[in-house]
């Protein structure tokens, strides 16, 4: 039973940031959904941007087309992005990009606890 409650708050989520963005993106098309969907930002991605595209009345495989292309070319970009982040920092020595990663890590866990801490405080 817990695991419907939180897929009905996934998709809640979900319609709730498609409804959020469907007016700016309507307003552009299918140029402001391919860039959606490309553009690494929170709650951006395939998932809500099909979500978005149903909400425009897209046909279904223009949809896709749209939502898939942009997909494959973000998944391109990082993967050329990482590949010469990873080249340039070998010149600094061979695990350099493993360090890299531990402070990024290292901040997410302390960004998330913080953040935690700060919300207890605001509820007192």
């Given at each position: 039973i817990s695991?419907?409650?939180r897929t009905e708050q996934?998709?809640?989520s979900i319609?709730?940031?498609a409804q959020k963005y469907e007016k700016p993106i309507q307003k552009y098309?299918?140029?402001g959904l391919f860039a959606f969907?490309?553009?690494p930002f929170w709650m951006t991605g395939p998932i809500v941007g099909a979500a978005i595209g149903y909400f425009m009345h897209l046909k279904v495989w223009l949809n896709l087309l749209v939502v898939l292309s942009g997909t494959n070319i973000a998944i391109l970009c990082w993967a050329?992005?990482?590949e010469s982040l990873d080249s340039q920092?070998?010149?600094f020595g061979q695990n350099t990009m493993w360090v890299l990663l531990s402070v990024f890590v290292s901040l997410a866990i302390f960004g998330t606890f913080f953040a935690k801490l700060k919300s207890k405080k605001g509820e007192k």
């Open positions: 695991t419907f409650k996934f998709f809640a319609y709730q940031v098309g299918i140029v969907v490309w553009l050329y992005l990482l920092l070998k010149y």
